[in-house]
């Protein structure tokens, strides 16, 4: 059964170990301050139930030294869960309140100068609300920039684009929503000054994201790995609010469960049942309902080609060694000088009646292959090191590698035909032809990709694609986008698909000609052909 989840503790009236008072005090420092925007007497600090437990949680339980347990904490929660103020409050605890230390340094750190902007201006609104706050800081509005006077604790707000001069090793740091980091050279930077610290925390406080190749992500699956048990780490403190990607997300009761603060009035209930009304007749307003409102952590695609779920039933580990003398095609998208180059290799699956096994491999260029990294946001060197990715020498595409790994595979396997799509294929494609190598060009256009497509659909769809649980391969897929002509045939649409393609078109030219060669059978004798010479 599909459902939405929420972490049970905050819930179910539980203890919560306080021996030394830490979470008791943090939540009487929240409780007096103020607010600009409070609807409370005397514009007081409403401090909900729910984030109240959180506080308790992350500040009560101690080792046996009485040290604080917990050293990071993960927040996933939808908008309008009051993340931002709530972050802005736990701030101000670390630079004026009982957490403080001489000279600490508690940082608020977004993904770029307006998001950290936000984080500051609530910091400062609520000092400036509360007087006997006010008196004690010190504000620099113009270096995000909030100091208690007397012990010479400061908070600040950076950017993750800015440049890291943090001045002083950080005590506490708040990663404000972590999808929009654009990478972790950031994250590193603060994750390495604060275990310089003793009694040092991060809190990340973020929503729901897309994709898996990225820093959120990663945090998001070791957190719910901690949650399950799966991994005992009492210093991280997971609290996940989520929905099931395949919940009704018209059902009610599941915003309720992931929405924490919607029994209190946020967010409002009738504003998000007419983003439900509308996202019932648009997709792409769906999916952002889905995601910002009920947390469902969604592929990157907007119109995706497969449900990527689907494609993660293929992820079982493949035995090449057991390829050997099988036919096999291979299919290679060369990349721009600068680009990823795919080499996809595609056997029939003797195993799964209709079903196909596929092997890729990926070529960049290994000079900067770091900004190559924060530029695309996935992790080229992880990718690297892993062997999904053979980094050449220098900075460019270095063809000569493609081919000889192209004959490698000719040496080891039982190659029927090796396809390229003409563009930027002469390099690699000529001297094997020359060697009498079985190459033959494949164009990317809706006669050859339309059947190509249609088959690997196929395949995916009836559990009979095999790849492996290449991460690159599956990043490929989960970028792409599809169009569809007034014909009905599908195509990869490049400029649509949110990020580089290049496996999966490898992956379905592939596939086509391993379809094609493997019944012996000519595409000019089929049925849905038109009249007329095709040329692939």
């Known amino acids: 059964m599909t459902t939405a989840r929420r972490p049970e ?14 979470g008791e005090r943090a939540v009487e420092f929240i409780r007096r301050l103020k607010h600009p925007k409070s609807r409370l007497e005397g514009k007081a600090f409403d401090l909900p139930p ?74 400062a609104a609520i000092v400036k609300a509360t007087p006997w706050l006010a008196k004690a ?24 684009k800015g440049e890291i001069q943090l001045g002083k090793t950080p005590t506490f740091v708040l990663a404000d929503e ?9 994250w590193k930077a603060l994750r390495t000054g604060l275990v310089k610290t003793p009694g040092s925390l991060l809190i990340s ?42 919940a009704d997300w018209r059902d009610e009761k599941l915003w309720h469960i992931a929405n924490p603060g ?88 003797d195993d799964d009646e209709d079903g196909y096994i596929v092997q890729a491999w990926f070529f960049c260029p290994g000079d900067n292959i770091q900004g190559r990294a924060d530029r695309d946001k996935v992790p080229y060197p992880r990718w690297r090191d892993e062997g999904y990715i053979i980094a ?22 039982d190659v029927q035909e090796i396809v390229f799509d003409p563009a930027y294929a002469q390099a690699v494609m000529a001297p094997l032809t020359e060697d009498g190598l079985p190459t033959a060009t494949m164009r ?8 190509a497509i249609k088959e690997l659909e196929r395949a995916i769809i009836a559990r009979k694609f095999r790849h492996g649980g290449n991460p690159v391969l599956r990043w490929c897929f989960e970028n792409v986008a599809t169009e569809t002509d007034k014909a009905g045939n599908r195509s990869f649409h490049k400029g649509k698909s949110r990020d580089r393609i290049d496996g999966a078109v490898a992956a379905a030219m592939a596939i086509a000609r391993a379809s094609t060669g493997a019944s012996n059978r000519s595409i000019y004798d089929s049925p849905e052909r038109s009249e007329g010479f095709l040329f692939i």
């Open 9 to 22: 503790w905050i819930y179910d009236g539980s203890d919560i170990p306080d021996p030394m008072g830490y």
């Open 50 to 123: 729910f984030w109240e437990r959180i506080v308790r949680r992350i500040y009560g339980p101690v080792d046996d030294r009485g040290n604080r347990l917990v050293k990071t904490v993960f927040i996933l929660m939808p908008r309008g869960g009051r993340k931002t103020t709530m972050g802005a409050a736990l701030s101000l605890l670390h630079t004026f309140g009982y957490e403080r230390t001489e000279g600490g340094l508690a940082l608020a750190a977004a993904a770029a100068e307006d998001q950290a902007t936000i984080a500051y201006d609530e910091a």
């Open 137 to 160: 800081a010190k504000l620099t509005e113009s270096q995000f920039s909030l100091e208690h006077r007397k012990s010479g604790s400061e908070f600040r707000a950076i950017p993750a």
């Open 178 to 186: 972590l999808i929009a980091w654009p990478s972790r050279a950031l």
């Open 205 to 246: 406080i973020t929503q729901s994201g897309r994709g898996q190749n990225n820093l959120a992500f990663e945090i998001y699956e070791y957190a719910k790995k901690v949650q399950s048990g799966a991994i005992d780490d009492p210093g991280f403190l997971p609290v996940i609010f989520e929905t099931d990607e395949k």
């Open 262 to 349: 919607l029994a209190l009035g946020f967010p409002d209930l009738p504003g998000l049942r007419q983003l439900a009304r509308e996202a019932a007749e648009r997709p792409a307003e769906r999916d952002d309902f889905r995601q910002y409102n009920l947390n469902v952590w969604l592929d990157y695609s907007l119109s995706p080609f497969v449900e990527m779920s689907v494609y993660d039933e293929g992820s079982a580990p493949i035995d090449l060694e057991a390829l050997k003398g099988r036919p096999c095609w291979i299919a290679v998208d060369m990349g721009l000088t600068t680009d990823l180059t795919a080499v996809v290799a595609a056997w029939r699956d």
């Open 392 to 413: 050449t020498e220098g900075n460019v595409s270095d063809y000569r590698a493609v081919e000889a790994h192209i004959r490698g595979l000719c040496e080891r396997f």
């Open 444 to 451: 990317q256009g809706w006669i050859t990709m339309g059947p």
